[in-house]
């Protein structure tokens, strides 16, 4: 092991001893500096993880998110400076900690949360006019084999659980009571400087789920309907105009 990789071990993990080789500048021991320093570090990236993830540490509370938040720091450094996106993983750590079986959900409210950062942070992306999709959609002809851009920060969720309903309940003071065991589609988006959450049908979910693949309307509708009958295709399409979402239609390229 390296030096710096000793040093970023025991960094992060505060039953190692301070590594060998340290120097204070003011004469100060080294090794009750270094534990300040790791003490700063350690606490700088679990408040991280509390601003990523605010309605997990609700569900759980400060002390138990702040001891699960400290156990998942100490194995998993920074791959960037920026510390929104310190976490990505963090969904799959809770699926895994075994004190938190109690709260079946709080994984795929995670990773609800992570895909509103995701979304926040996602690239820019001018949206057509809605009267311009809205007049190519209308001709038949048209719409059949068209490709639907879609704007970089869409991000779609399926869970088991009602996670837009308990993410919902926790944006007001004090959260209202909500029922988590039903299954729920969530749909991230951010429009103009805002993220908005939406809980959309299964149809919908698949629709979109295609149309992001980069399938045409035509198939999209086609793959959504194999297992949900129940799609309205205008609705959804619909929803996307107003959210401001769709960024292009492009006709398909057909190979002979």
Same mark, same amino acid.
């Given at each position: 092991m390296s030096r710096f990789?000793?040093?970023a071990a025991a960094l992060l993990d505060p039953g190692k001893?301070?590594?060998?080789?340290?120097?204070?500048?003011?004469?100060?021991?080294?090794?009750?500096?270094?534990?300040?320093?790791?003490?700063?570090v350690l606490s700088s990236l679990i408040n991280a993880l509390a601003d990523n993830y605010?309605?997990?540490?609700?569900?759980?509370?400060?002390?138990?998110?702040?001891a699960m938040a400290g156990v998942y720091v100490q194995s998993a450094a920074p791959c960037s400076p920026i510390m929104s996106d310190y976490?990505?993983?963090?969904?799959?750590?809770?699926?895994?900690? +075994?004190? /938190?079986?109690?709260?079946?959900?709080?994984? #795929? $409210?995670?990773?609800?949360?992570r895909l509103q950062v995701e979304a926040c942070h996602a690239a820019d992306a001018q949206p057509m006019s809605g009267e311009r999709i809205v007049e190519v959609l209308s001709s038949p002809t048209l719409a059949?084999?068209?490709?639907?851009?879609?704007?970089?920060s869409l991000r779609l969720l399926q869970s088991p659980f009602a996670v837009v309903a308990v993410w919902a309940a926790h944006q007001q003071e004090p959260p209202v009571p909500f029922e988590p065991y039903s299954a729920q589609n969530a749909l991230v988006l951010r429009h103009g400087l805002d993220v908005e959450v939406q809980a959309i049908s299964h149809a919908a979910h698949g629709f979109i789920t295609a149309?992001?693949?980069?399938?045409?309307?035509?198939?999209?509708? +086609?793959? /959504?309907?194999?297992?949900?009958?129940?799609? #309205? $295709?205008?609705?959804?399409?619909a929803r996307l105009i107003r959210y401001q979402a769709i960024t292009y239609l492009l006709p398909e390229q057909v190979t002979q």
């Open positions: 990789s000793e040093f001893a301070c590594p060998p080789g340290l120097i204070s500048a003011n004469g100060a021991d080294p090794g009750n500096r270094f534990a300040v320093y790791r003490n700063n605010p309605v997990v540490a609700q569900l759980v509370g400060e002390e138990f998110f702040r976490g990505a993983d963090f969904a799959r750590f809770i699926e895994q900690f +075994e004190p /938190a079986a109690s709260v079946p959900y709080l994984a #795929d $409210v995670a990773r609800l949360e059949a084999h068209l490709k639907i851009g879609l704007h970089p149309l992001q693949q980069g399938l045409s309307l035509t198939a999209a509708i +086609e793959t /959504a309907v194999e297992r949900h009958t129940d799609l #309205d $295709v205008e609705q959804t399409l």
